[in-house]
């Protein structure tokens, strides 16, 4: 039990690690969205895999069911949060330093709130 909260902390250490410099390089226009998508969502997948693998091995033995098990669970888990990284547009990841403006649903000017005091 002490091995696999060993490796655990390890693994969640080293992929929080590893998603900070993804999020860092790609807030300043160093690698593009699919490499950050791909990559933050192998480092999120792989922070889990030692837990999923210590309880389908307790729950189910360690076997080829089990590989399975943790490996198609593991690759739902990658192409989920892959899939849900892509759709985010780059304009909702502006480079660092740039000012975001906040867009309305349509492009109209807004108009001034009213200063009347009732």
Same mark, same amino acid.
Not at 31 to 37: D, F, T, V
């Given at each position: 039990? !002490?091995?696999?909260? &060993?490796?655990? #902390?390890?693994?969640?250490?080293?992929? +929080?690690?590893?998603?900070? *410099?993804?999020?860092?390089?790609?807030?300043?226009?160093?690698?593009?969205?699919?490499?950050?998508?791909?990559?933050?969502?192998?480092?999120?997948?792989?922070?889990?895999?030692? !837990?999923?693998?210590? &309880?389908?091995? #307790?729950?189910?033995?360690?076997?080829? +069911?089990?590989?399975?098990? *943790?490996?198609?669970?593991?690759?739902?888990?990658?192409?989920?949060?892959?899939?849900?990284?892509?759709?985010?547009?780059?304009?909702?990841?502006?480079?660092?330093?740039?000012?975001?403006?906040?867009?309305?649903?349509?492009?109209?000017?807004?108009?001034?709130?009213?200063?009347?005091?009732?």
């Amino acid at each position: 039990m !002490l091995e696999i909260l &060993t490796l655990q #902390v390890i693994a969640a250490t080293l992929g +929080t690690l590893s998603i900070g *410099v993804a999020d860092w390089l790609h807030q300043r226009g160093r690698i593009r969205q699919r490499l950050h998508s791909f990559w933050v969502s192998s480092s999120s997948t792989a922070i889990c895999l030692p !837990l999923l693998t210590w &309880t389908v091995n #307790v729950f189910l033995g360690a076997g080829v +069911t089990s590989w399975v098990l *943790v490996s198609t669970f593991g690759a739902g888990m990658f192409l989920w949060m892959y899939r849900s990284l892509l759709k985010v547009r780059g304009e909702q990841n502006p480079r660092f330093g740039q000012a975001t403006v906040p867009s309305s649903g349509s492009h109209r000017p807004v108009p001034p709130s009213s200063s009347v005091n009732g």
